[in-house]
């Protein structure tokens, strides 16, 4: 089980960067504030993901989605995993797919227990390759409901928490 922190700082060209930034808002729809409640569609566990999260990514020309997902088991009462997944478009000047580092702030809502975990978001659109990449972190949380929100360390629109409940 691992916790991590990232950050990252680069600069570039401003015109092209709110170019994408204005196709990543064209691709979700506005921010909200509302919160999102789990599903729990896999069976022996619970399930819950924040919406699409529009995200400028690193690159003179690169945007796209961050996907935060997050799985409670009755085998691991006390913890959630949480992951990350990536969706750009653009071009990245690297030879290697667009990124950001994506992080999941969480918060027990029972326990008052809080932290955040870190990593890696990258990849093309779905169907424009096979470069996906992202990340998962298994967090020990305590039993409760944990409320969980999403950023990245690019420019990015907001997006509602989640909640997850843990056996």
């Known amino acids: 089980m691992t916790t991590g922190r990232s950050r990252h700082s680069r600069g570039g060209c401003v015109s092209i960067r709110v170019a994408v930034l204005g196709v990543a808002l064209a691709l979700g729809s506005g921010a909200g504030v509302a919160v999102a409640q ?96 992202g990340f998962a972190r298994t967090v020990r949380t305590g039993r409760g409901t944990v409320r969980f929100t999403l950023t990245t360390d690019r420019p990015h629109l907001p997006r509602p928490a989640a909640d997850i409940r843990t056996y």
């Open 38 to 133: 789990a599903d729990p569609y896999v069976p022996g566990g619970r399930d819950a993901r924040i919406t699409d999260l529009p995200s400028v990514a690193y690159g003179p020309a690169c945007g796209g989605v961050v996907t935060a997902f997050a799985h409670t088991t009755p085998q691991h009462p006390d913890a959630v995993e949480f992951a990350v997944a990536g969706g750009f478009f653009g071009i990245s000047g690297t030879g290697r797919p667009c990124s950001v580092t994506a992080t999941i702030g969480w918060h027990n809502l029972t326990t008052g227990a809080h932290g955040t975990v870190s990593g890696p978001a990258t990849g093309n659109l779905p169907g424009l390759g096979e470069n996906q990449g």
